[in-house]
């Protein structure tokens, strides 16, 4: 494994996340279930999420990082995870395959998110759901970010209906937090 690739791992997995469990307990998950991990990464969705369900899809546009996971998986016994990479604009899976999508800590950095947010929107079948957890906007904030509202309000315009909007009092990275549940 290269360095480059090594140091992005070890920073990835030293970040502080919300308990997988405490996202999860927001989504109705069946075992038949097809889960599309936004941002996949090293897989802390994917890993934890991957027992519960029927496939995840592990989407991700760093091909190292899935290579990882990929090994992670095999690692731990998961053969149920799909690496996929690509860009958030152009999700390369079929129409109406997807019943649940979680994008953590993710779509912040896609531009335009619309155009993102519609493709999740085609992947989703009827009455699936969006899990997003991403930093809040605030004055103090740098780097790119979405507000809660204004990722609402994208979420609307793509044809997603909000469920739950939650702030948690875990912080990421030392910067709050929030979650929106949609259903398409």
Known sequence: MNLKLQKKITTVDSIERLPAEEMFELLSMKEGDNVLDLGAGTGYVSLAIAKRVNTVHAFDMDQDILAYLDTQAKERGISNINTVEGDFRKIPLDDKLIN???????????????????????????????????????????????????????????????????????????????MILAQK
């Open 100 to 178: 649940i999508t979680i994008a953590s800590i993710s779509l912040h950095e896609v531009q335009p998110l619309s155009t993102a947010l519609k493709e999740i929107n085609r992947v989703l079948d009827d009455k699936g759901l969006l899990l997003c957890i991403d930093f809040e906007e605030t004055a103090s904030t740098s780097g790119r970010r979405v507000s809660s509202k204004d990722m609402a309000a994208e979420m609307q315009n793509a044809g997603f209906t909000i469920v739950d909007t939650i702030f948690p009092t875990t912080k990421i990275m030392n910067q709050s937090i929030y």
